[in-house]
């Protein structure tokens, strides 16, 4: 039978303790009993549950979490239990708007799409397509980004396509490439059933993926539960359960983790056969990793040593190893190189590709991974290598273009420099779908004044008038999750079908419907003539992607719409080899690493410059794992007198991104209405600061004040989330923590590096904050990611 419960206050649910099986469990929550349901998954974190959806006279009346789904067993978190009511919100955008005289009006289809595409075939014409650019989301379906994917890279030609996943997820990719030739995790959610040992890293499951984290406590509540070491600078209530709890300092992931590599080495807990036969690199992983000590690791890190060689000790015994990592490694410094020692770990000891064990470098948003694999972040659709000209062909062929319509003669552009070429003129037309970088990006005054150049023509895609929005050129209304049909892959590389249940309001359109009528209106052909985008529904798209994806590591083939109806979801690869999909890859120990077949030649962990195919070819890896050492770089900004603090940000886990659709579900609003400065009790007396003062926090690049909160927080960092905008708070009164942040990047990944900042911080006049209506857990609001 369906629970109800309170998820506000009880956020992860009765304990079902098991050992080998999770039990079902189905959360349910209704503002009315539905006359119908219709299957979906849920889209506000990056587990990816599997839910229905509750309809009444055409309208969402509620959700219930599917019991056959194996990634959930029926489990769902309270913003899967409470997000949907965004879909009702009144503010919602019905209308296009176009901008005259300085204001955005009201305007038809007609008019909104004709500026654009008339916009765009001027710019072809003077400036060729690189002067369009395109940030999307990882909000969309695979049939919306394989869409753009292929109207972008072969039907204007434009290397200037990424999302915002750049800032979330692009350092799991680039690790994963590294160390194993490819993108896709090698493990799956159901390998914490049956693991001894979980190592989690810069990553609060607690607050970030509270399904996968009930996962979590239901094993340690059942017999024979799993020791936990974390790795993060704060006490989350993750960390407060964990066997060994590491808080480095920011900034110094490499270190621990050469540490806990180093120690593995020393004490001989190594997988000798796996690492000869099945590897390539160790002897400089060993030479790299032998002078961190643990008093040295202690020294730099503030990690003491008798913690790290308990860690070790845990790592290094434990026969079956579950590593976790998120964006406390992806948005710091050395965020790849970071990355790549968690995969290292697993690869000297030999965990890898069977039960028990598993490498999730975890996704931040529900389709991040549909963005990576279609081609909408830059990357090629189907894991492809832009650097093989075999590659370039093979798409050639399936799109039936030239070879050279398909931007391949650099690397593909990254957001960060995609920004850049806006800030600069190279790049005038630049179409945002699905995100809010005016509150997400770094350094907000920057972003600000970009999207206000004179020159530059935005277009935003969204549901709601968001901060970004608010200031575009066009503003075009979509239908949102519920309202259009389409498919996702989560983190363990589980898709799931979501069908439309409702109507979207007014004259909102799905972000396919908006593509296809972009290609229809810039009539892109291909070599014959025919319409370039030979689909007109979104399972016809599908089918297209199965055929772009088939033979490739993320092989959907074998899937259809009929067998994603009515059941659970189904992990790729799926195909003829593994009908009912794969739990793990890499089962032979045989890598994506060959050089026909990989998706990089590699990087410089320290400069970022792609390795050339030559030097890759002749050390051709041959399927062997492919271990790369990276030694310790101090962050480039460190506190000093004039700004004496580090600052780092994270999310709550009430709000999802910019609170574009949390902030519209009033449990989850009335649960975290503000955001907070965090400070250590020492800080607090040092600097005279009370719980709930007010508290301004300044960068070199801007101030941002929220109410203090004291507590569970090393002395001389402080801690903002960073959802909180202005569309429903004064522009004037700055409170986005990324007014704060820095314009720099990881050289590998270009994942920017949101998770340090040197700052300082000052009690502010103001009567302290008052509590919210319904007081979150003392604990998990407010844990970082």
Same mark, same amino acid.
């Given at each position: 039978?369906?629970? $109800?419960?309170?998820?506000?206050?009880?956020?992860?649910?009765?304990?079902?303790?098991?050992?080998?099986?999770?039990?079902?469990? +189905?959360?349910?929550?209704?503002?009315?009993?539905?006359?119908?349901?219709?299957?979906?998954? @849920?889209?506000?974190?990056?587990?990816?549950?599997?839910?229905?959806?509750?309809?009444?006279?055409?309208?969402? /009346?509620? /959700?219930?979490?599917?019991?056959?789904?194996?990634?959930? @067993?029926?489990?769902?978190?309270?913003?899967?239990?409470?997000?949907?009511?965004?879909?009702?919100?009144?503010?919602?955008?019905?209308?296009?708007?176009?901008?005259?005289?300085?204001?955005?009006?009201?305007?038809?289809?007609?008019?909104?799409?004709?500026?654009?595409?008339?916009?765009?075939?001027?710019?072809?014409?003077?400036?060729?397509?690189?002067?369009?650019?395109?940030?999307?989301?990882?909000?969309?379906?695979?049939?919306?980004?394989?869409?753009?994917?292929?109207?972008?890279?072969?039907?204007?030609?434009?290397?200037?396509?990424?999302?915002?996943?750049?800032?979330? $997820?692009?350092?799991?990719?680039?690790?994963?490439?590294?160390?194993?030739?490819?993108?896709?995790?090698?493990?799956?959610?159901?390998?914490?059933?049956?693991?001894? @040992?979980?190592? +989690?890293?810069?990553?609060?499951?607690?607050?970030?993926?509270?399904?996968?984290?009930?996962?979590?406590?239901?094993?340690?509540?059942?017999?024979?539960?799993?020791?936990?070491?974390?790795?993060?600078?704060?006490?989350?209530?993750?960390?407060?359960?964990?066997?060994?709890?590491?808080?480095?300092?920011?900034?110094?992931?490499?270190?621990?983790?050469?540490?806990?590599?180093?120690?593995?080495?020393?004490?001989?807990?190594?997988?000798?056969?796996?690492?000869?036969?099945?590897?390539?690199?160790?002897?400089?992983?060993?030479?790299?990793?032998?002078?961190?000590?643990?008093?040295?690791?202690?020294?730099?890190?503030?990690?003491?040593?008798?913690?790290?060689?308990?860690?070790?000790?845990?790592?290094?015994?434990?026969?079956?190893?579950?590593?976790?990592?998120?964006?406390?490694?992806?948005?710091?410094?050395?965020?790849?190189?970071?990355?790549?020692?968690?995969?290292?770990?697993?690869?000297?000891?030999?965990?890898?590709?069977?039960?028990?064990?598993?490498?999730?470098?975890?996704?931040?948003?529900?389709?991040?991974?549909?963005?990576?694999?279609?081609?909408?972040?830059?990357?090629?659709?189907?894991?492809?290598?832009?650097?093989?000209?075999?590659?370039?062909?093979?798409?050639?062929?399936?799109?039936? /273009?030239?070879?050279?319509?398909?931007?391949?003669?650099?690397?593909?552009?990254?957001?960060?420099?995609?920004?850049?070429?806006?800030?600069?003129?190279?790049?005038?037309?630049?179409?945002?779908?699905?995100?809010?970088?005016?509150?997400?990006?770094?350094?907000?005054?920057? +972003?600000?004044?970009?999207?206000?150049?004179?020159?530059?023509?935005?277009?935003?895609?969204?549901?709601?008038?968001?901060?970004?929005?608010?200031?575009?050129? /066009?503003?075009?209304?979509?239908? +949102?999750?519920?309202?259009?049909?389409?498919?996702?892959?989560?983190?363990?590389? $589980?898709?799931?079908?979501?069908?439309?249940?409702?109507?979207?309001?007014?004259?909102?359109?799905?972000?396919?419907?908006?593509?296809?009528?972009?290609?229809?209106?810039?009539?892109?052909?291909?070599?014959?003539?025919?319409?370039?985008?030979?689909?007109?529904?979104?399972?016809?798209?599908?089918?297209?992607?199965?055929?772009?994806?088939?033979?490739?590591?993320?092989?959907?083939?074998?899937?259809?719409?009929?067998?994603?109806?009515?059941?659970?979801?189904?992990?790729?690869?799926?195909?003829?080899?593994?009908?009912?999909?794969?739990?793990?890859?890499?089962?032979?120990?045989?890598?994506?690493?060959?050089?026909?077949?990989?998706?990089?030649?590699?990087?410089?962990?320290?400069?970022?410059?792609?390795?050339?195919?030559?030097?890759?070819?002749?050390?051709?890896?041959?399927?062997?794992?492919?271990?790369?050492?990276?030694?310790?770089?101090?962050?480039?900004?460190?506190?000093?007198?004039?700004?004496?603090?580090?600052?780092?940000?994270?999310?709550?886990?009430?709000?999802?991104?910019?609170?574009?659709?949390?902030?519209?579900?009033?449990?989850?609003?009335?649960?975290?209405?503000?955001?907070?400065?965090?400070?250590?009790?020492?800080?607090?007396?040092?600097?005279?600061?009370?719980?709930?003062?007010?508290?301004?926090?300044?960068? &070199?690049?801007?101030?941002?004040?929220?109410?203090?909160?004291?507590?569970?927080?090393?002395?001389?960092?402080?801690?903002?989330?960073?959802?909180?905008?202005?569309?429903?708070?004064?522009?004037?009164?700055? &409170?986005?923590?990324?007014?704060?942040?820095?314009?720099?990047?990881?050289?590998?990944?270009?994942?920017?590096?949101?998770?340090?900042?040197?700052?300082?911080?000052?009690?502010?006049?103001?009567?302290?904050?008052?509590?919210?209506?319904?007081?979150?857990?003392?604990?998990?609001?407010?844990?970082?990611?």
């Amino acid at each position: 039978m369906p629970e $109800t419960r309170d998820s506000i206050t009880d956020i992860w649910g009765r304990r079902t303790g098991y050992t080998g099986q999770w039990p079902t469990r +189905i959360d349910e929550h209704l503002t009315a009993e539905p006359d119908h349901w219709v299957q979906s998954a @849920c889209v506000l974190c990056s587990n990816g549950c599997g839910l229905d959806i509750g309809v009444k006279n055409g309208r969402i /009346v509620g /959700v219930r979490g599917r019991a056959e789904d194996r990634v959930n @067993c029926g489990r769902l978190g309270p913003k899967g239990l409470h997000g949907w009511q965004a879909n009702h919100s009144p503010d919602r955008l019905t209308k296009p708007l176009i901008r005259r005289n300085g204001e955005l009006q009201e305007a038809s289809w007609e008019a909104a799409m004709d500026l654009i595409v008339q916009r765009s075939k001027e710019l072809i014409r003077q400036h060729t397509a690189s002067s369009i650019g395109f940030y999307t989301s990882g909000q969309l379906f695979i049939e919306e980004y394989y869409t753009l994917g292929v109207l972008g890279k072969a039907g204007l030609g434009t290397p200037h396509m990424d999302g915002n996943t750049r800032l979330c $997820t692009a350092t799991a990719a680039a690790a994963l490439k590294i160390s194993f030739g490819t993108d896709g995790q090698p493990g799956s959610y159901s390998d914490i059933d049956h693991t001894d @040992c979980l190592l +989690i890293v810069g990553h609060n499951p607690a607050s970030q993926q509270t399904v996968f984290w009930a996962r979590i406590l239901d094993r340690l509540a059942g017999p024979n539960p799993p020791q936990l070491v974390v790795i993060d600078p704060r006490l989350t209530y993750t960390a407060e359960r964990a066997t060994v709890h590491l808080a480095p300092r920011v900034g110094t992931n490499v270190a621990v983790l050469n540490g806990l590599i180093n120690l593995l080495i020393e004490a001989d807990q190594l997988n000798h056969e796996f690492i000869k036969q099945h590897t390539m690199g160790f002897a400089e992983l060993r030479k790299t990793v032998e002078k961190w000590t643990p008093d040295r690791v202690e020294r730099l890190t503030g990690v003491p040593a008798d913690k790290l060689l308990a860690a070790a000790r845990i790592i290094g015994s434990s026969p079956t190893l579950v590593s976790t990592a998120l964006q406390g490694v992806y948005q710091s410094m050395q965020a790849t190189a970071a990355a790549v020692q968690v995969n290292n770990i697993h690869l000297i000891r030999g965990l890898i590709g069977s039960r028990g064990n598993a490498i999730l470098q975890m996704n931040g948003q529900p389709t991040s991974q549909n963005t990576r694999e279609c081609g909408a972040d830059g990357d090629l659709p189907g894991f492809r290598n832009w650097d093989n000209p075999a590659h370039i062909e093979e798409l050639a062929r399936l799109w039936n /273009v030239p070879v050279d319509k398909i931007p391949h003669w650099a690397p593909p552009t990254h957001a960060m420099q995609l920004w850049r070429y806006c800030e600069t003129g190279s790049i005038k037309l630049l179409w945002i779908q699905a995100t809010n970088p005016a509150v997400s990006m770094p350094e907000l005054a920057r +972003i600000r004044k970009i999207l206000q150049q004179k020159d530059l023509l935005v277009v935003v895609q969204d549901a709601f008038l968001t901060e970004t929005a608010k200031l575009a050129d /066009v503003v075009l209304p979509t239908a +949102i999750w519920g309202e259009k049909t389409g498919t996702f892959t989560n983190t363990d590389r $589980t898709v799931h079908l979501s069908y439309q249940a409702v109507a979207p309001p007014g004259e909102a359109r799905s972000d396919f419907d908006i593509f296809l009528d972009y290609a229809r209106r810039m009539d892109f052909r291909d070599q014959d003539g025919r319409p370039l985008i030979g689909w007109s529904t979104p399972e016809e798209a599908f089918e297209a992607w199965k055929a772009c994806s088939k033979g490739r590591p993320c092989d959907y083939s074998g899937l259809s719409y009929a067998k994603l109806t009515g059941g659970s979801g189904v992990q790729w690869p799926c195909n003829e080899q593994y009908p009912n999909g794969a739990e793990h890859l890499y089962t032979d120990h045989q890598f994506n690493t060959h050089a026909d077949y990989c998706e990089t030649f590699g990087y410089d962990l320290v400069t970022g410059a792609e390795k050339q195919p030559e030097e890759y070819k002749a050390n051709d890896p041959q399927g062997r794992a492919i271990i790369v050492a990276a030694d310790y770089e101090p962050p480039h900004e460190e506190p000093d007198a004039q700004y004496p603090l580090w600052l780092t940000t994270g999310r709550v886990v009430y709000h999802f991104h910019t609170r574009t659709k949390t902030g519209r579900a009033p449990a989850l609003q009335a649960a975290a209405p503000e955001g907070f400065v965090q400070l250590s009790a020492e800080d607090a007396a040092r600097f005279g600061i009370r719980e709930g003062d007010r508290v301004e926090v300044t960068s &070199r690049r801007g101030t941002a004040t929220e109410p203090a909160r004291i507590g569970g927080i090393e002395p001389g960092l402080v801690f903002m989330p960073f959802h909180y905008g202005y569309w429903d708070h004064d522009e004037h009164d700055k &409170r986005a923590a990324n007014e704060l942040t820095l314009t720099e990047w990881d050289p590998v990944s270009k994942q920017p590096h949101f998770k340090y900042a040197a700052v300082r911080i000052r009690k502010v006049a103001g009567a302290p904050a008052a509590a919210a209506d319904t007081p979150p857990p003392a604990k998990p609001s407010g844990q970082v990611g």
